[in-house]
């Protein structure tokens, strides 16, 4: 199993923000600022075992040539199924749990969009973020590989408790946790993948 971790890879351009040609911070984006939808996906791979030779410097590229840069970080109604294409996948779009707790179930890994809105604490982001989701633990709780994970991001007070970390990458926390950090991106905020077979 990897786990990709976006922040360390400041020096990987990932240039974003194309739908807005005056946005500089866009020009200046790299793997580790923007690569979270990136990073999720190379963890989706190694979980469903397709293919261990996908780069950061390929997952970038997809994104490129989905135009799934054209926002902030990475647009995954473009990148998902050029993603699933490329790679043979069967690939859902849905914002019901139920969907999502099936996909683990039943082999399947799932990236979720992670989402600031008003009167929310967000668990796993500031402002929008993705993560990975491997598995469905025996107490019923998500196993999440996030890729922005670092020491003591849980301990704050609107974090604590929320999420549990074992083994240095796994975050264990409640399906309820993941639901209202993507409520603010329905009807597609989990972007679910199998292999084929």
Not at 106 to 124: E, L, M, N, Q
Request: proline share 5%; net charge negative.
């Amino acid at each position: 199993m990897i786990y990709v971790n976006q922040l360390p890879h400041k020096g990987l351009p990932y240039i974003t923000h194309t739908d807005e040609p005056d946005c500089e911070r866009g020009k200046t984006t790299t793997f580790s600022s923007s690569g979270c939808g990136l990073a999720s996906a190379m963890m989706v791979l190694d979980h469903l075992l397709v293919d261990p030779e996908f780069t950061m410097e390929d997952a970038v590229q997809l994104s490129y040539e989905a135009k799934a840069n054209n926002l902030s970080g990475t647009n995954y109604a473009r990148f998902a199924p050029a993603f699933a294409e490329r790679f043979n996948l069967k690939y859902e779009a849905s914002d019901d749990p139920e969907r999502l707790r099936y996909c683990l179930r039943t082999g399947g890994a799932a990236v979720i969009h992670c989402k600031v809105r008003d009167g929310y604490s967000p668990v796993f982001t500031k402002g929008g973020h993705y993560i990975c989701a491997i598995a469905e633990a025996e107490d019923g709780r998500i196993v999440i590989l996030d890729p922005s994970y670092k020491e003591g991001k849980f301990d704050t007070p609107e974090r604590k408790g929320k999420v549990e970390v074992k083994d240095g990458v796994f975050c264990l926390c409640e399906m309820q946790v993941l639901v209202e950090e993507s409520l603010a991106k329905k009807p597609d905020c989990f972007h679910l993948f199998w292999r084929k077979w």
